[in-house]
């Protein structure tokens, strides 16, 4: 099978849908790898050691693309890309299918079999394959070091002859695997961890990690997580409640990390504009959720915004691209350990298992139509 990797065109996109390790191992199988040239530059990972794992290295997308059976990417195919890729080929990557349905219709006009990796299923068959998860780990360490760099204070409490440095307060909101992770990072670097979550089962685990839990556990908050793991939305009533215990928690912190994401909806608010102003000056907001919105309505993408008093609040759209090398070595091995599944009996040709309940959760395309039911329900 010809599999195709791309340079990824989007700005500021600094991972690639490959690495060194996992372009041996599918080599290996008998696979044929071309890559886009530069596709590695922004990973630590030149064109020569793709070459030494046994890939080939094409001028442009167009050559890549040349005969492609399957194709990698990181970030959804642009129209231009779409174009160029051949009738019957798969094309596995973050789709963001709730935010371009016109490219979804325009995959399945084209003939070509469109994976999202954002539709992974929890099961627990799918973990290795589950890239949400393992981009959203990064994602969560990250935040923590951009907002104790914007916070410029120190993490941990410090004793010094000269007197004595109070730990910094971070307040994590949101206890999915950015949550868990941010609260991790931020008690490594010693700062007094607090956290919440809309789902009951999040509270053992952020206390497992020796933050203390912050929420409004009434019956509502007790059944409020689907059975697929994720956060139901909450109704207004209950938002109020735990709008009004966050505003006085909140208050008095000095770092905000906030990772909320329901998905195919916008982010829920979880800072309000009210909440900010009775922040103190210095104190930083890290929005996880500014692609879908943001959790504070005050983030924008890709900017500090400094309020009027003194509030930093940072909307980074792509963490994981902050640690590009070990975010593209981890997608890489979920794609790896998807390809079983994507490839025939004799794992030679491509040929999806669309009787596999992973593959039929991930399948956006099929046969010239839209097949996935989020995507085709009025």
Request: with cysteine.
């Amino acid at each position: 099978m010809r599999i195709a990797i791309l340079k990824e065109t989007r700005d500021g996109e600094t991972r690639v849908a490959a690495s060194p390790e996992t372009i041996k191992k599918i080599s290996a199988a008998g696979h044929q790898v071309v890559i886009e040239t530069g596709a590695g530059a922004g990973a630590a990972s030149p064109d020569h050691m793709f070459v030494e794992a046994g890939a080939e290295i094409a001028a442009d997308a167009k050559s890549a693309l040349k005969g492609a059976e399957l194709v990698l990417k990181v970030r959804r195919p642009t129209e231009a890309e779409l174009k160029l890729v051949p009738k019957g080929a798969g094309v596995v990557a973050f789709w963001t299918p709730y935010g371009d349905k016109a490219l979804i219709e325009a995959a399945a006009k084209a003939g070509v079999v469109a994976l999202s990796m954002e539709f992974t299923p929890r099961i627990t068959r799918a973990q290795a394959m589950d890239a949400l998860s393992s981009q959203a780990n990064l994602a969560g360490y990250r935040a923590v070091i951009e907002g104790a760099a914007l916070y410029g204070r120190g993490f941990p409490m410090m004793m010094t002859a000269a007197g004595t440095v109070a730990a910094a307060k971070c307040f994590v909101m949101g206890a999915g695997v950015a949550g868990l992770q941010a609260i991790a990072t931020a008690r490594r670097l010693g700062a007094i961890v607090t956290a919440t979550d809309v789902r009951p089962a999040a509270k053992e685990q952020v206390a497992s990690l020796g933050a203390k839990f912050i929420a409004v556990e009434d019956e509502e908050f007790k059944a409020a997580e689907t059975a697929a793991g994720y956060a139901k939305p909450m109704s207004a009533e209950y938002q109020a409640k735990q709008a009004a215990l966050v505003a006085d928690h909140i208050a008095k912190q000095d770092v905000v990390i906030t990772t909320a994401l329901i998905p195919g909806r916008p982010a829920p608010v979880l800072v309000t504009p009210e909440m900010v102003a009775k922040m103190k000056p210095g104190s930083v907001i890290v929005d996880l959720a500014v692609e879908q919105g943001g959790n504070c309505p005050l983030s924008k993408p890709d900017q500090l915004v400094v309020t009027d008093n003194g509030v930093t609040i940072a909307g980074f759209a792509n963490l994981p691209g902050r640690l590009a090398a070990d975010a593209s070595a981890l997608y890489a091995k979920n794609l790896l350990n998807l390809l079983p599944l994507l490839t025939d009996g004799d794992g030679k040709a491509f040929g999806p298992h669309y009787d596999d309940d992973i593959i039929q959760g991930m399948l956006l395309t099929r046969d010239g139509a839209v097949v996935h039911p989020s995507l085709t329900t009025a």
